[in-house]
């Protein structure tokens, strides 16, 4: 897995992105494979067998596994690219006139996704301000700045095919953004059931991602479009990382803390 340089500078506090990155299970397929993200539901069946692979140093050498193998699969993807048998060169990219089938595709999810990054920026600050713990507002505020770098990335992507910048309604994320509007109309300010609830929503928002951005880099891959494959595959990594950041705040602290928060205020109104 190539690290990018915009993950590097992130600007998230070191012991953050080191605790994410250790957080990571069984280390990241390659580009073009099937990616299975860690959400935060359904993660306590896996506690066991986590806590194993990070007491033996396991996930240190899965994470040196997975940039070997990302390395190895980019450059092997280039290599065709450039000697294929009917001469197709790494500059296929110049060639796409988004008239096949599969081009015309491949370029409404570029517009969905771009639509639904640019809709995210708009949801981010919101989620901020709601959110109740620091840990939390700081890794929404991380990730606007990086959603930010996603859209201007896309945009290069735009720019490799030759093709016009342009956004299509991406009525998912329309969706997502709604239940965010209600999570913090029916949670009470300042509990950590918002923020349970902020980061549930925050996690599906990365997981539709995750899902358009991997099916990209393949296709990118499979048309030999070899710039672009490039740059949505950094944004992939990202949001992998983001979404076993958030999945770590959740089950280290937040989770716990609001399932025993009806009973501490109970003892709390008691003692008054």
């Not at 993950?7 to 998230?12: C, D, E, F, H």
């Amino acid at each position: 897995m190539k690290q990018s340089s915009t993950t590097a500078t992130r600007g998230r506090k070191p012991n953050k992105t080191a605790s994410a990155q250790q957080h990571r299970t069984g280390g990241r397929q390659s580009a073009g494979e099937k990616s299975s993200p860690r959400g935060n539901a359904g993660s306590a069946s896996r506690n066991s067998s986590n806590s194993n692979d990070r007491n033996n140093g396991n996930n240190g050498n899965d994470r040196n596994n997975d940039i070997n193998s990302r390395n190895s699969r980019t450059s092997s993807s280039t290599s065709t690219g450039q000697n294929s048998a009917n001469g197709v060169s790494r500059e296929h990219a110049h060639s796409f006139k988004g008239e096949s089938h599969l081009e015309k595709f491949f370029l409404a999810q570029l517009k969905d996704i771009y639509y639904a990054e640019n809709k995210i920026t708009q949801s981010l600050p919101k989620m901020q301000d709601a959110a109740t713990t620091e840990q939390l507002k700081d890794a929404f505020e991380d990730h606007l700045h990086q959603t930010q770098r996603h859209v201007k990335r896309l945009e290069k992507v735009f720019q490799s095919l030759g093709q016009k910048v342009e956004a299509e309604k991406c009525e998912a994320i329309e969706g997502i953004a709604r239940e965010v509007d209600n999570i913090i109309k029916e949670t009470e300010e300042g509990t950590l059931t918002r923020d349970a609830a902020l980061i549930i929503a925050a996690q599906k928002v990365e997981h539709y991602e995750i899902a358009t951005y991997g099916g990209l880099v393949q296709l990118a891959i499979t048309m030999q479009l070899h710039e672009a494959a490039d740059l949505l595959d950094k944004t992939l990594v990202e949001e992998e990382d983001t979404d076993a950041l958030l999945t770590e705040i959740a089950e280290n602290e937040i989770n716990l803390r609001a399932e025993h928060e009806d009973s501490q205020e109970g003892e709390e109104e008691e003692d008054d």
